[in-house]
């Protein structure tokens, strides 16, 4: 609605006041066409512009993803575990909150296992995992007690709480760009 408003009312509008007010105010038909012409030119390159910044923004973050998929194919698909969860930390960055799973290891195909990049991290070390999930709320994981993650390589976070609640998130280890000592937050338990 807000969309249909701005981008196709509210140029009708101007374009409508433009040549009420200047028949009310006797100016000569030309003057009217003029700032009615300059109005719907106005219009025009703002959408375009606005368009343009949409659409570029829409691509770059369709790179992103793609960049992150093929990271993630490289580097974090193979990496299955599950286990009890320990705590959930939460870490401020940028005014967002970026929430980690401790989780003790009951069964992984991986032992160790750390990496670092720009987007994503993941640690294994000693029986414990260090799990990015983004900005879930810490309030909501609380009532989950054990994870299967990327269970069968499907890219999923699957949650289970005492009383047989379950959910499932998207597996993507994003940690929101938080400084790398975060990732021994389940060190100092």
Known sequence: MFVLIVFILFPILAVACIVYFGKKEQQ???NIMLKALGAVVFFLLFYAITSYVF??????ARKLDKQLDKLFDEAYASVIFEGNVRNIHEVKHLGRRYVFLCVD????NTPDFYRFDDQMALQ??????????GLVSQKYLRRFSYVKVNENHNKLII???????????????CHGG?????MNLCDCE
Do not use: C, R, W
């Open 28 to 30: 000569p038909k030309i």
């Open 55 to 60: 659409l570029h923004s829409f691509v770059a």
């Open 105 to 108: 290891i009951t069964k992984t």
């Open 124 to 133: 294994i070390k000693e029986g414990t995992a260090v799990v990015p999930v």
């Open 159 to 173: 949650l289970y709480g005492g009383n047989g609640d379950a959910d499932t998130l998207v597996l993507d280890y």
């Open 178 to 182: 938080i400084s790398e000592q975060n």
